[in-house]
């Protein structure tokens, strides 16, 4: 008998109900807490926030791009080193869990937590999931994915219903959790939303017949926070650690309604696995073995990792290669959108850098993935420090503010980091002028305009336009200098009106604490910018889920009824030409293909480089499917298989592209997955509407 289960044997009732709810963390640094069981030496156990970074409460870690910024650089294996680096320092912390990563589909562009999340493409999603979980497991940390599952959205997120088919949830909204498992995640957290009408939590046939069935999976499930909604249900349903356990407790003297503001769960409604537990327990309504169940998965996960035993080194915090990771990430994800010749920047040019929030960098959104950093890098040091021409700055308009889930929870202090260094020059600085930009833009050789969103958990955006008067700022600095680079911070698809007004547009999404010195360098070349977009960019009334009845959905009600045509395979669908497809990026370097091959299970292609300078290239192959059965509709395109290769000036290389049996299947909910006959044609090209070269095969 191994050691899980003696301690399950030797525990008492009491103690095994300590070891599926949270309590208060003592030391009050973790987002949850499991408390010890002193009699037979279970040490406690910390589940810590990190999606973006580690966000141990009142500590100081690595704050990391954005998990979208990391998805496109279209590399897995950079997901597999930021994951390692934030179990890191999640150890440097004493925690012992990661609730990370997210990977919730891109199916709403005004979601206002799709910059935690990795993809509108389940493949992509899946890739990254994997990488960044084994990252994470690696370094003997609990990696925790999450939400679990079709949390789309946050308006309504605690009550709405995602009225969604069985092939849409097989087909893109659970491979990435299957690939997380797969990968050996020790961990799943539940949505707080409702599928086809039951709660997550309470959702046995996704948590017990699909994820621990189908998949295999002998982790835990955790729920998120204060998201319960019943004992015997969730119990039963296969729940094992409810989170935090702990009920909101109001001043004294005020009245607690946390579920008054939309998209907060009710923090009063906690304990619902402690004395509630023991008596359904006591009654038969949920059996002893369940609760054992519960336990062995929670002791197993911390004896997986060296918790239990405490057979775990003490990991690292700010290393320089944790440092030098962020900046090298954030530079890689960047996307060039738009380049009229203009970049590379010369470096002998004068530069004005203009923007309302140049002076502080954009560090993520609001809620449970705000981390503070040591350091950061705003993006007017970033560039001042770059340049060998003059640069002068201004802000043009008022600051954007940030937007945090903290700002709206009752009896909760807002104090969620500092945003990285103060611009405490700016605030010794007149009130920002527009005419003194445009100013400034007219005596330079080169504008760059940074502007940003703001999102947030716990609330979704109005709209895919920029906050504040940043469109009129843009356009006015375009008229004084057709020499104009804009910059892009956003958690998301963005409307950029006036983008065939300016000579270039970059998408540096949130870069974390290298915010400057990453876009620093890629706009003067000294690397090049070689990030894809994982998401789609067009007008808001162009996605699928433009429709109310789909987004924010009625009287509690989603319908996903697009089915599976969500982000490019809408666009195709309805032949609506984004402003920017899925996988468009451009580079510094010019990039030649040649004939491709396939087997079928492999996809060669030879990619030269035809250019002065070495550039990133990300080869990227799509499967076009045969006419399918009448009745059964099927996506022009779905992306396949994908790689980021470098390629020196003037030299070819032999890019292979493996494909997994998936990308040619479809989901039947009576027949399950299935491949039809036919000719199928892969596509291999720059973006999901650059395609370079096809080949064809029989199946």
């Known amino acids: 008998m191994d050691r899980v289960d003696q301690l399950v044997d030797e525990l008492t009732l009491e103690e095994k109900l300590r070891l599926v709810r949270g309590a208060e963390d003592p030391d009050g640094t973790a987002t949850g807490y499991v408390p010890d069981v002193e009699r037979l030496d279970i040490p406690s156990f910390r589940l810590v926030d990190g999606p973006l970074g580690v966000r141990a409460e009142g500590k100081r870690s690595t704050a990391f791009p954005a998990s979208l910024s990391l998805a496109a650089t279209f590399d897995p294996d950079l997901a597999r080193e930021q994951g390692a680096a934030?179990?890191?320092?999640?150890?440097?912390?004493?925690?012992?869990?990661?609730?990370?990563?997210?990977?919730?589909?891109?199916?709403?562009?005004?979601?206002?937590?799709?910059?935690?999340?990795?993809?509108?493409?389940?493949?992509h999603a899946a890739r990254f999931a994997g990488e960044l979980v084994a990252g994470i497991e690696g370094e003997s940390v609990v990696a925790t994915a999450k939400h679990y599952v079709a949390n789309n959205q946050e308006t309504g997120r605690t009550e709405v219903s995602a009225e969604v088919g069985e092939?849409?949830?097989?087909?893109?909204?659970?491979?990435?959790?299957?690939?997380?498992?797969?990968?050996?995640?020790?961990?799943?957290?539940?949505?707080?939303?409702?599928?086809?009408?039951?709660?997550?939590?309470?959702?046995?046939?996704?948590?017990?017949?699909?994820?621990?069935?189908?998949?295999?999976?002998?982790?835990?499930?955790?729920?998120?926070?204060?998201?319960?909604?019943?004992?015997?249900?969730?119990?039963?349903?296969?729940?094992?650690?409810?989170?935090?356990?702990?009920?909101v407790a109001a001043p004294e003297g005020e009245e607690v309604d946390m579920g008054s503001i939309d998209g907060i769960p009710d923090g009063t409604k906690a304990g619902l696995f402690g004395e509630p537990l023991a008596e359904a327990i006591g009654s038969g309504e949920v059996p002893e073995e369940r609760l054992d169940d519960m336990v062995r998965r929670v002791l197993g996960a911390m004896a997986r990792t060296g918790a239990l035993d405490g057979e775990r080194d003490d990991g690292a915090l700010d290393t320089p290669e944790h440092r030098a990771l962020a900046e090298r990430v954030a530079a890689r994800g960047t996307v060039l959108l738009e380049n009229d010749a203009l970049l590379p920047l010369d470096e002998d040019a004068t530069v004005a850098v203009i923007g309302p929030n140049v002076g502080e960098p954009k560090l993520g959104g609001g809620g449970s993935s705000e981390t503070t950093p040591f350091r950061s890098v705003a993006p007017r040091d970033g560039i001042e420090n770059r340049a060998e021409g003059s640069v002068t700055v201004e802000?043009?308009?008022?600051?954007?503010?940030?937007?945090?889930?903290?700002?709206?929870?009752?009896?909760?202090?807002?104090?969620?980091?500092?945003?990285?260094?103060?611009?405490?020059?700016?605030?010794?600085?007149?009130?920002?002028?527009?005419?003194?930009?445009?100013?400034?833009?007219?005596?330079?050789?080169?504008?760059?305009?940074?502007?940003?969103?703001?999102?947030?958990?716990?609330?979704?955006?109005?709209?895919?336009?920029?906050?504040?008067?940043?469109?009129?700022?843009?356009?006015?600095?375009?008229?004084?200098?057709?020499?104009?680079?804009?910059?892009?911070?956003?958690?998301?698809?963005?409307?950029?009106?006036?983008?065939?007004?300016?000579?270039?547009?970059?998408?540096?999404?949130?870069?974390?604490?290298?915010?400057?010195?990453?876009?620093?360098?890629?706009?003067?070349?000294?690397?090049?910018?070689?990030?894809?977009?994982?998401?789609?960019?067009?007008?808001?009334?162009?996605?699928?889920?433009?429709?109310?009845?789909?987004?924010?959905?009625?009287?509690d009600e989603a319908r996903y009824d697009e089915g599976v045509f969500v982000g490019y395979r809408a666009?195709?669908?309805?032949?609506?030409?984004?402003?920017?497809?899925?996988?468009?990026?451009?580079?510094?370097?010019?990039?030649?293909?040649?004939?491709?091959?396939?087997?079928?299970?492999?996809?060669?292609?030879?990619?030269?480089?035809?250019?002065?300078?070495a550039g990133r290239e990300v080869v990227q192959a799509y499967v076009r499917p045969p006419a399918a059965p009448e009745g059964v509709e099927r996506p022009v395109r779905e992306?396949?298989?994908?790689?980021?290769?470098?390629?020196?000036?003037?030299?070819?290389?032999?890019?292979?592209?493996?494909?997994?049996?998936?990308?040619?299947a479809r989901y039947d909910p009576e027949e399950g997955w299935?491949?039809?006959?036919?000719?199928?044609?892969?596509?291999?090209?720059?973006?999901?509407?650059?395609?370079?070269v096809t080949a064809e095969f029989e199946r």
């Open 86 to 123: 934030m179990a890191r320092e999640a150890k440097a912390h004493g925690q012992d869990a990661l609730l990370a990563p997210g990977m919730n589909l891109l199916r709403v562009p005004n979601c206002g937590r799709n910059f935690e999340y990795l993809s509108e493409d389940p493949h």
């Open 167 to 247: 092939r849409a949830l097989r087909e893109l909204y659970l491979p990435a959790f299957r690939a997380a498992v797969g990968a050996g995640a020790g961990s799943v957290m539940t949505a707080y939303n409702r599928v086809n009408g039951t709660h997550m939590s309470d959702h046995r046939r996704l948590l017990t017949d699909v994820l621990k069935g189908e998949w295999g999976f002998d982790g835990y499930v955790v729920s998120d926070w204060y998201g319960i909604e019943s004992t015997v249900g969730a119990a039963n349903a296969g729940l094992d650690l409810e989170m935090p356990g702990v009920p």
């Open 395 to 555: 802000r043009g308009i008022d600051a954007i503010e940030d937007l945090s889930l903290f700002d709206l929870l009752p009896f909760v202090d807002g104090g969620h980091g500092d945003g990285g260094e103060a611009d405490d020059a700016d605030e010794e600085r007149p009130e920002p002028s527009l005419s003194d930009a445009v100013a400034a833009a007219e005596a330079a050789d080169v504008a760059v305009v940074f502007v940003r969103d703001a999102t947030t958990e716990g609330r979704d955006r109005e709209s895919l336009r920029l906050p504040g008067e940043q469109d009129e700022l843009v356009e006015a600095v375009a008229d004084a200098n057709d020499r104009t680079v804009v910059v892009v911070n956003s958690g998301g698809p963005v409307e950029l009106p006036w983008r065939e007004e300016v000579a270039a547009v970059l998408e540096a999404w949130y870069p974390g604490q290298a915010d400057g010195s990453s876009i620093a360098s890629v706009l003067y070349g000294d690397r090049d910018p070689s990030g894809r977009l994982p998401v789609s960019f067009g007008a808001e009334e162009e996605y699928p889920t433009a429709d109310e009845e789909r987004y924010p959905g009625i009287d």
């Open 571 to 613: 666009f195709d669908a309805t032949d609506t030409e984004p402003a920017y497809p899925f996988g468009h990026g451009k580079s510094y370097a010019e990039f030649r293909y040649g004939e491709v091959e396939t087997d079928g299970s492999t996809v060669g292609v030879e990619v030269e480089n035809a250019s002065e300078r």
């Open 639 to 664: 992306l396949a298989g994908f790689e980021s290769v470098e390629v020196d000036s003037g030299e070819s290389q032999r890019v292979e592209v493996e494909l997994d049996e998936r990308a040619f």
């Open 674 to 692: 299935t491949t039809d006959p036919g000719t199928y044609t892969v596509e291999v090209g720059r973006s999901s509407r650059d395609i370079r």
